[in-house]
């Protein structure tokens, strides 16, 4: 098994793996807009593999957390299946 990590704030109530939609009106109405924040910090690349891709979010959202001064962030994992083995 593996884990996918999403990045999400202490106030947001809904679970942004299965209330998306939900979960990223709240975000947006309290102008964090972490999908586009972590999309800054993120370096990801089509160049990349997926695995490769989900480490990187992963270490953006730590890095996001490490220098959150107001301390608003989170980071919240899902267990999932590894699509790549299950080939």
């Known amino acids: ?9 202490i ?4 679970d942004p793996f299965e209330q998306f939609t ?5 975000d947006a109405e309290k102008g964090y807009n972490s999908c586009a924040y972590l ?3 993120a370096r990801t690349s089509d160049q990349l593999s997926d695995e490769e891709n989900s ?15 107001r301390n ?11 699509s790549i083995n299950s080939l």
Do not use: C, G, S
Not at 22 to 26: I, K, M
């Open 72 to 82: 608003i962030y989170k980071k919240v994992k899902k267990e999932t299946e590894n």
């Open 39 to 41: 999309a800054r910090i």
């Open 22 to 26: 939900h979960w990223f009106l709240f």
């Open 55 to 69: 480490k990187e979010i992963e270490r953006a959202i730590d890095e996001i957390i490490k220098y959150d001064f």
């Open 1 to 9: 098994m593996n884990y996918e990590y999403m990045l999400t704030t």
């Open 11 to 14: 106030d947001n109530p809904y």
